[in-house]
């Protein structure tokens, strides 16, 4: 008969491992730490957002940062500052345009780099170093190196030099993003679509396109993100025809207008309606 038996007493329970309490405050800290580095990210733009609504007292209209009350009157006048506008349209036509050219152009590539292998595409290792190092190189670089290709070949700056400069650094990244959704690509479903008497290009529309539709619109969408918000490579190689953040780089020498934040407020709520649309479109295809 055992001890406890004859005393009467119950054996103490097992302590705790402090394993189990490291894995309970393990739970906490990712989330926390991926909360705070999204604040610390969307903090900015809330504030760009709450001061469009900020009045401006004195003479000139432009940005103040001590709260002076309520208005609504910038978004009234979006278009009352010169060129601002201008500026604005221009980023626009100049990101769609691009987007759409380093889209199909990414896209291609994307499948001719997953498709085929070394011995029958020739350079597709050279391709592949051309691409890390248009992601990696830095924009200053890249914008001083279009100038001087530009200027060699005397072409003048303005809209055209913008769309190459901006389909250029934006075709890496596409073909990055729709490589990635290349990879887990099931070719024996284009195989199908073959022995049923399909040719390649219907093959392509029919079966190919919508299964990597959700990385097409990725690409897309940060194609577009990436040329509205580049201002350094189109610095170099806008000349007179200055988009959206060089106007705004222009005039902070004088004061920025407070219809700079209304135009930002509109172009980061576009870009979170694109992405909702982007998911729900990848929800609905999967």
């Known amino acids: 008969m055992s001890v406890e038996t004859v005393t009467g007493t119950r054996p103490s329970p097992p302590r705790e491992r402090p394993l189990g309490r490291r894995r309970k405050v393990g739970r906490y800290v990712l989330p926390t730490y991926s909360w705070l580095v999204i604040g610390y990210l969307v903090f900015p733009i809330v504030i760009m957002m709450i001061y469009s609504f900020n009045r401006v007292l004195g003479g000139a209209q432009v940005v103040s940062f001590s709260w002076n009350g309520f208005t609504t009157l910038w978004y009234q006048q979006w278009s009352g500052v010169p060129g601002l506008t201008t500026a604005f349209w221009l980023s626009i036509r100049l990101a769609l345009v691009s987007t759409v050219i380093a889209t199909v152009l990414g ?84 195989e199908a679509a073959y022995d049923l008497g399909a040719n390649p290009l219907t093959t392509f529309r029919l079966v190919t396109l919508p299964l990597i539709m959700p990385g097409v619109l990725a690409g897309a969408l940060m194609a577009f993100a990436l040329s509205i918000d580049d201002f350094v490579t189109s610095n170099f190689v806008s000349g007179t025809s200055d988009p959206f953040p060089v106007w705004v780089y222009g005039a902070t020498r004088v004061g920025i207008p407070p219809q700079v934040f209304v135009f930002g407020t509109f172009i980061f709520m576009v870009g979170i309606g694109f992405a909702f649309m982007s998911i729900v479109l990848s929800r609905k295809k999967s």
Not at 162 to 170: I, R, W
Not at 182 to 187: E, M, Q, S
């Open 107 to 190: 896209t291609l590539l994307a499948m001719a780099l997953v498709r085929y292998r070394s011995n029958k595409f020739r350079g597709k290792l050279a391709v592949e170093q051309i691409l890390f190092l248009n992601i990696a190189a830095p924009e200053i670089v890249m914008g001083a190196s279009l100038l001087g290709l530009f200027v060699t070949l005397n072409i003048n700056r303005g809209f055209l030099t913008l769309v190459l400069a901006h389909v250029m650094f934006s075709i890496a990244y596409v073909t990055v993003t729709v490589r990635a959704r290349l990879a887990g690509f099931d070719r024996s479903l284009e």
